[in-house]
Every structure is written in C-alpha cells, then in structure tokens.
C-alpha cells in the first residue's frame, strides 16, 4: 500500500445511522423523544479511487457491486456498512435541521475492510441524488 499522502486526500463528509436521534420541537427544543435516521455529517479527508479496481483486484468480493473506494489511515473513522457519504456535493438539510438523506453521493456498499494501517470503504453510487 503506497502511503496516505496529504496532497492525494480530498475533503469529504459521512454520516452515521442512529436509531437515537433526538427529536426537537419548533424552538428548539428537545421532546425527549427520538427517531431513526442520519446524524449531523462529519468532515474528513481521505484519499478515492478513480473508478472501481479491474476484476482481478476485488478485496470486497465478487458479490459486492461498487463504484469506487476510500481508503484512509485514520484508523479510528467511523464508517459502517450504513452510512452516506457527500464527495462532490455537500450535505444539506430540511427545515428541521435533519440532513436529507438523498444529499448524499454514495453510499457505503459493504463493511469497511481494516488493515494494519489503512482503512478502505467500498461506495456505490447514490441512485437517488444520480
């Protein structure tokens, strides 16, 4: 694996599932209730692939259809099998304040693969915001 060079990262956002979000009134406020859904997104940097590897080179499988990888050194990001990712486009949100879902570029096709030093993330296109 060829180092995670600063000069090869580009910033990018993710956004976790909770089944524990707070639901706020009209002010503010929190009801002290909570729903499903997508936490506020997280800026990190990371480095992508171009375009998905050839078909010799699939460490996610034969089964899992994707588009592209992210691959990290930051060993302690979060990412899950059901998280969004934003790359080109920014997150954006409803009259709420929630993140819309939609927003997002990709998301995560399979369950992020760690190594000793590198974390990589296989994405899938967002067919709702295509």
Avoid: C
Avoid at 2 to 18: E, F, G, P, T, V
Avoid at 19 to 41: F, R
Avoid at 46 to 59: F, N, T
């Amino acid at each position: 694996m060829k180092r995670d060079l600063k000069k090869n990262q580009i910033s990018m956002y993710y956004a976790l599932y909770s089944t524990n979000i707070p639901v706020l009134d009209a002010d503010g406020n929190d009801t002290l209730e909570t729903m499903s859904g997508y936490e506020k997104p997280i800026q990190f940097s990371a480095s992508i692939s171009s375009g998905r590897s050839d078909a010799y080179d699939s460490p996610f499988g034969n089964n899992v259809s994707y588009d592209r990888v992210i691959l990290s050194s930051d060993m302690s990001l979060p990412v899950t099998d059901t998280s969004l990712i934003w790359i080109d486009n920014a997150p954006t949100y409803d009259e709420a304040g929630t993140v819309k879902p939609d927003s997002a570029d990709y998301k995560v096709a399979a369950l992020p693969l760690k190594s000793l030093n590198a974390v990589k993330i296989a994405v899938k296109r967002n067919v709702v915001n295509a």
